[in-house]
């Protein structure tokens, strides 16, 4: 068992917080709608900075596809959303982030996973390498720090400091475990 954990403790410092690992990105099938509409909204924020006809016209049809994309996938991700580079969403079913949230590099999200904006000032700013599972739900101001795990159906509604785990309804958080 504890051969185990050291080698996933091993896995999990490979992904780097800081870097963008943009192959993660890469649609892997002709089938993938999670990966596309991150390739559409990833080419529409390209095109949307750029002047002329051909850019706008562009930018039409890459919102065309991205309705496309979002209603196939069930996920409800802005246009202008703050995304750092290797985003993992493999099931994008049910997804919803607001397009003020801020998400770091090299994050993965799970199905029915809502990061939102509550009632107070500031967004939610999610940090590099962080892992967010199923049905999680990230609400308010909050910071969630570099290689934290959300566990299943949490609602985390306060800060979660770097390598914590945020476990429960409200969230507890449980320190790094030592090595």
């Not at 963008?20 to 099938?29: F, I, L, N, V």
């Not at 101001?141 to 800060?159: Q, R, S």
Request: charged share 20%; hydrophobic share 45%.
């Amino acid at each position: 068992m504890a051969e185990r954990l050291e080698r996933l403790e091993r896995a999990e410092e490979a992904v780097s917080a800081e870097i963008p690992d943009w192959s993660r990105e890469k649609p892997q099938r002709v089938w993938d709608p999670g990966r596309k509409l991150l390739r559409t909204i990833r080419r529409y924020q390209y095109w949307r900075g750029k002047r002329g006809v051909i850019p706008f016209c562009l930018c039409k049809l890459l919102v065309l596809r991205h309705g496309f994309w979002s209603a196939v996938s069930g996920a409800e991700i802005g246009l202008n959303s703050t995304i750092g580079g290797g985003l993992l969403i493999p099931h994008p079913n049910g997804i919803v982030i607001h397009p003020q949230a801020k998400i770091g590099v090299n994050c993965l999200i799970l199905q029915q996973v809502t990061i939102g904006v509550g009632f107070g000032p500031g967004v939610a700013v999610i940090g590099g390498h962080v892992d967010i599972s199923a049905g999680a739900k990230i609400i308010g101001p909050v910071e969630i720090g570099d290689h934290a795990l959300i566990g299943a159906n949490t609602v985390v509604i306060t800060n979660v400091p770097a390598g914590a785990t945020a476990l429960g309804v409200p969230a507890r958080i449980l320190p790094k475990l030592p090595r």
